[in-house]
């Protein structure tokens, strides 16, 4: 069955500088979202898109922005980047019209900030 | 603030035993109650999920206890296999607003 893609899977970027990125969500999934994990830690809730509009926003910094699109991939645009901005960034989809709460993650892109 | 408490931090457990996780929630309006098993540099993966109008359910070896009253579900995994070593996150959720505990890290000896 088809899963949740992530690109890039690494990335490795300088403090000040941007990142982008993708999420191509399970097909038929019209709701995205985006997790930060720190090492060690459980994911944290960044945001969500419904059918390309925003529908809930976690802890996640002004820095950071994200938009889903017509073809419901979303992507995260990273500014300014910081130290502690290195993490694992998960994107997971679902479909509202199934299992309410039912989200399936991707794998994941590693985020590392020197 | 973790909405939902998760406990323990690790668990070490022989092949073939039963590991035992616990969780417990604050907000009533909480409807969705999944697990996840991560393995390292991994998405987490769903395992199994409840929802509070049912007190367990099972999928092979892995069964949730939910106790609606105590607010408070369980994941148990029976005869726990050395590739059943992975964090556990539990979570719940109302629509799609989920909130994860902290996790479990599981080491099943062989």
């Known amino acids: 069955a088809a899963g949740v893609i992530q690109s890039p899977r690494h990335l490795i970027k300088e403090k000040r500088e941007t990142a982008t990125l993708k999420c191509y969500p399970i097909p038929r999934h019209d709701t995205v979202y985006w997790y930060q994990q720190g090492p060690g830690q459980d994911p944290q809730f960044l945001i969500s898109?419904?059918?390309?509009?925003?529908?809930d926003k976690g802890s996640i910094p002004d820095r950071f922005s994200a938009q889903q699109f017509s073809d419901y991939h979303s992507e995260l645009n990273m500014s300014s980047l910081e130290l502690g901005d290195s993490a694992l960034y998960f994107c997971?989809?679902?479909?509202?019209?199934?299992?309410?709460?039912?989200?399936?993650f991707g794998p994941g892109t590693r985020l590392t900030v020197t | 603030q973790q909405q939902v408490k998760q406990s323990p931090q690790s668990l070490i457990v022989q092949k073939g035993g039963i590991s035992i996780i616990n969780c417990a929630y604050e907000?009533?309006?909480?409807?969705?109650f999944p697990w996840y098993q991560q393995f390292p540099g991994k998405g987490p993966a769903l395992l199994i999920a409840?929802?509070?109008?049912?007190s367990e359910k099972k999928e092979g070896r892995f069964t949730i206890s939910f106790n609606k009253s105590a607010k408070q579900f369980s994941l148990h995994i029976m005869d726990s296999q050395p590739g059943d070593s992975a964090t556990y996150f539990c979570?719940?959720?109302?629509?799609?607003?989920?909130?994860f505990g902290a996790g479990t890290r599981l080491t099943v000896k062989p």
């Open positions: 898109f419904y059918e390309k509009m925003q529908s």
């Open positions: 979570a719940a959720s109302k629509y799609n607003d989920m909130r």
């Open positions: 409840i929802r509070p109008d049912v």
């Open positions: 997971a989809s679902s479909a509202r019209d199934r299992v309410v709460g039912e989200q399936y």
């Open positions: 907000n009533t309006a909480f409807d969705y």
